[in-house]
């Protein structure tokens, strides 16, 4: 008997028979695709300068900015940049002792 898994992206998986001795049942990697998976919410144009928001914002929107908004995007990496740089590596170590 066959069973048949479709996940939240629409993606069928065809269950295979295990051993006995196994718990779960695994899927095989010759899933295939059902539909188009298709974003539902939506990412309003941002049409301010806030850099932050800027870098949160998908990239097809890059292609609509104004120069302030690409001033602002590239001043906000330049200041993340500056920021990891001075940042010092820390070190931390796990001691697991067996008893």
Do not use: C
Request: proline letters at 7%; glycine letters at 4%.
């Amino acid at each position: 008997m066959s069973v048949v898994y479709r996940d939240a992206r629409g993606v069928e998986y065809v269950s295979v028979p295990l051993p006995t001795h196994e718990v779960t049942e695994a899927v095989p990697i010759d899933a295939r695709r059902v539909r188009r998976w298709s974003p539902r919410n939506t990412v309003p144009f941002y049409v301010g300068t806030d850099g932050a928001e800027l870098v949160a914002q998908p990239r097809s929107h890059r292609k609509k900015w104004s120069d302030a908004q690409w001033i602002a995007f590239k001043e906000h990496q330049q200041i993340e940049y500056e920021l990891t740089r001075k940042d010092e590596p820390v070190a931390a170590a796990m001691i697991v002792k067996m008893r």
